[in-house]
């Protein structure tokens, strides 16, 4: 059983990464606009021109 | 020219249709209009500066449907010299915007706005969302910190529970309930923080709320644990303290972010209805600023075919105003030098320059302020149902718990003992559900409610919606359509009518607005100059044509007496051409286009239906026998509709009150459960209960029907809490109670209540 001094500060830390890693998202706002974060994902805007995919109808 | 501009925003996005552009088109012409008569608007009183020197605004924004148009905003802005960084939440439909004020300024970007097709107006720094958001934020923190602890507590403890049935030593299970106890006492000292607050609170106040009971659970589980932690014994309960935390931020969190994304709603409505006022400065400049930075004496410029801001003394110019919102009166008012204003009238005529003044003794306002306090003061007295189920549960749980504690120290198996199972009874019978019981229905019937234009101002309304068996409306405005309407379209012919829309547009006057959008039309007649409080003037195809009063067009004073029969509540525009015989339009305040049915729908359900007005008898005789409503009163002051409120409340009656003026203010908040429109007045909006959206009447039937099914839920919910206490509390008090079944139970029951929860979103549709 000594293995589990080693396991449980592990298990213990990776968990709280976790929440830091949480509590940093939303600090940083990312929490915000979940309704425009869906649709920003799909927007091509952050790629030079020449490597965007072929426009499809209807878009900007 | 802003007609392209508005095509061209119709291409991008398919939600964008022919009648928004009109509007738009509408409203440009209007922009130009102000430009050229009064000024350009300075918005600088609402731009916060950053540390970097960059100027920030946030800004509500109207027309927003699809990703689409997010892309074309971001990337129209991004455009504008000088703007260093613009970014729209689709969520709340607003719009932040940095930058650089050498090169630009906030009034080029709401220009810029406006010329992509949406219409923006920014938000009063003073009062922003601020502490609404902290709370959320710091729920969803505790809530976080709650799961995080939990899990990592569960994880040790099944180790444990499974350790006890095998081979665990007593050295290990120490050893992970120290652990435990290393996790659970930051972890609860935390998370626990908006119960014990809410709870101290509520104890320094001598009353009992939810919170009480929960954390008197959590802290003395937590306690207990310790003490058996210390004690080297098989059972703690740690890991129920945390994940009950955990289950009630759930259904608090969710509570709070309903009740904000309702606010931050209302508020960009709020701005949007352009809540500011026009300052004219000492040195004569103007600006506006919004109302929270007009204090008395100040001096407001109110052009023709605005609403008045502000509660004040007309200083100059002479104007016609619609008092309709104010007390529901629909003919309008001469005003001129020295007389009162009151915010909420629409200012029909010419240039006013009005001085602020406070609400003094005697006006209307000082009335409405004063019945409203007593209102809302008598109002206070409901006591909502969670803290009926907390009073009624809160001492029955803890005379058992110390029946069960007195009991077995009789029965001889020592103090601490006896202690773990009055303890066990505590957190076995577990709040958790029962803290769910409410707010989880509340949050799902107030979704529903929102998908139909309802929005909430407490969640508590619902119980009193649901109770509901007399509706009173106001007629103005609530029965019928805030703006007026032709009457007589299928008595005049389509040229004169088109015409005298053409002609129409070149006015901002209330009645020439109606006869605009009657005629559809969108061509302007050039030329066309108008006479300010009595009509417009202009040749068309070398034909001298005028639109305006009876007087002004010198129409005998019997005809236009003859017209007014037909029509007693509306008021005449007429059109005179030289060589033809003026043709005569009725305006009046059109009814709801549902409200015919509502009102019928409404009394099948067995509802008395009454309509309390402010306006003459013949006007509410007329929509009272249309609608077929058999009660009614006119010509009644704000006194008069509380004195009638009561009445029904002495004779039992539970009222719902809908009603959109100032003079409805105080009857909203004295009744039962109201409701207002929203194009009500502020000080209504802030009374009433809930705030439908639309010009459809049915969001009040939709109210009472959801309501009435949310309430069902509710109580069942509360039965099926204290069923299952039924069970679970007599096994505690037996002993039989181990961690592992407090963890099932308890997650078992709260799974339970948010499901029955959860059905009503999936009930038969209405």
Request: proline letters at 4%.
């Amino acid at each position: 059983m000594d293995v589990l001094i080693y396991l449980i500060p592990i298990a213990l830390f990776l968990g709280g990464l976790g929440l830091v890693g949480f509590l940093w998202s939303l600090k940083s706002g990312q929490y915000d606009d979940l309704e425009g974060a869906k649709w920003r994902v799909l927007s091509d805007d952050d790629l030079p021109p020449d490597q965007r995919p072929e426009k499809s109808a209807g878009a900007e | 020219m802003p007609r392209v501009r508005v095509a061209e925003g119709r291409r991008t996005c398919p939600l964008r249709n022919r009648e928004n552009t009109i509007t738009i088109a509408q409203a440009d012409r209007f922009r130009d209009h102000d430009a050229m008569n009064v000024h350009s608007r300075d918005w600088s009183a609402f731009v916060t500066k950053a540390p970097s020197g960059a100027s920030h605004i946030e800004l509500a924004v109207e027309g927003i449907h699809c990703a689409a148009c997010m892309a074309r905003i971001e990337k129209g802005l991004g455009r504008l010299p000088g703007v260093e960084n613009a970014r729209l939440n689709l969520t709340t439909h607003r719009l932040a915007v940095d930058w650089q004020p050498d090169a630009t300024n906030a009034g080029a970007v709401v220009d810029k706005l406006e010329s992509l097709g949406f219409k923006a107006h920014p938000f009063d720094p003073g009062e922003m969302r601020g502490r609404d958001d902290a709370a959320s934020r710091h729920l969803l923190r505790a809530l976080a910190v709650a799961g995080f602890g939990g899990m990592n507590i569960m994880l040790l403890s099944v180790s444990v529970w499974s350790g006890n049935v095998t081979d665990i030593t007593p050295e290990t299970r120490d050893f992970f309930h120290w652990l435990s106890a290393l996790i659970a006492l930051p972890v609860v000292a935390y998370a626990g923080r908006p119960f014990f607050v809410s709870a101290w609170a509520a104890l320094k106040a001598r009353s009992l709320n939810m919170d009480v009971p929960i954390s008197i659970g959590v802290t003395l589980a937590v306690a207990m644990s310790m003490l058996q932690t210390i004690q080297h014994a098989e059972d703690v309960y740690f890991d129920s303290a945390v994940m009950l935390l955990f289950f009630l931020l759930i259904g608090r969190y969710l509570d709070q972010n309903m009740r904000r994304r309702t606010r931050s709603f209302a508020e960009n409505l709020a701005a949007l209805r352009a809540e500011t006022a026009r300052l004219i400065r000492p040195d004569g400049s103007t600006g506006d600023v919004p109302l929270s930075q007009v204090e008395p004496g100040m001096l407001v410029l109110v052009a023709a075919g605005e609403r008045v801001s502000v509660d004040g003394v007309i200083e100059e110019g002479t104007s016609e105003i619609d008092q309709s919102l104010v007390t529901g009166e629909t003919r309008l008012a001469d005003v001129g030098l020295g007389d009162r204003v009151h915010a909420g009238t629409l200012n029909a005529a010419g240039v006013l320059k009005v001085r602020v003044t406070a609400a003094a003794k005697g006006t209307l306002l000082d009335e409405v302020t004063r019945l409203l306090e007593t209102a809302s003061q008598a109002k206070s007295r409901y006591i909502r149902l969670a803290d009926r189920a907390a009073a009624l549960y809160a001492p029955l749980v803890h005379t058992a718990a110390a029946l069960a504690f007195i009991g077995w120290l009789i029965a001889g198996i020592g103090w601490q003992p006896s202690l773990v199972i009055a303890i066990s009874v505590l957190i076995i019978t577990c709040p958790c559900a029962l803290g769910l019981a409410i707010p989880a229905v509340q949050v799902v019937a107030s979704g529903i409610l929102f998908n139909k234009g309802v929005l909430l101002n407490s969640g508590d309304a619902l119980e009193r919606f649901a109770t509901v068996d007399t509706v009173v409306f106001d007629k103005t405005g609530t029965l019928t359509l805030p703006d007026a309407a032709l009457a007589n379209a299928d008595e005049v012919r389509a040229e004169d009518l088109e015409l005298a829309g053409r002609l129409a547009l070149a006015s901002r006057h209330p009645l020439a607005a109606a006869l605009a959008r009657a005629s559809g039309a969108r061509d302007p007649v050039t030329g066309a100059r108008e006479a300010a409080g009595s009509g417009v003037k202009a040749t068309v195809d070398g034909v001298e044509c005028r639109l305006g009063s009876p007087k002004f067009c010198d129409v005998a004073e019997d005809a236009a007496a003859a017209a007014l029969a037909l029509h007693p509540d509306a008021s005449l525009i007429v059109l005179a051409r030289a060589g033809a015989a003026p043709v005569l339009f009725a305006v009046r305040q059109a009814l709801r286009p549902d409200a015919v049915s509502v009102v019928a729908d409404l009394k099948r359900r067995g509802l008395h239906v009454e309509i309390l007005s402010g306006d003459h008898q013949a006007a509410v005789a007329m929509v009272a026998d249309e609608l077929g409503v058999a009660d009614y009163a006119a010509r009644l002051d704000p006194r008069g509709k509380i004195a009638r409120l009561e009445a029904l409340k002495a004779e039992g009656r539970k009222v719902l009150m809908v009603g959109d003026g100032l003079n409805d203010a105080p009857a909203l908040a004295a009744a039962h459960v109201s409701m207002s429109p929203v194009s009500a007045v502020h000080l209504s909006q802030a009374a009433a209960d809930a705030v439908f959206l639309g010009e459809s009447l049915a969001a009040v039937p939709a109210a009472l029907r959801t309501a009435h099914r949310a309430h069902v839920a509710m109580r069942q919910n509360l039965v099926l809490a204290a069923a299952y206490n039924c069970i679970a509390v007599p096994f505690a008090i037996a002993g039989f109670v181990t961690p592992l079944l407090a963890a099932l139970a308890m997650s078992a029951s709260s799974i339970i209540v948010t499901a029955n929860s959860l059905r009503l979103r999936f009930g038969k549709a209405d």
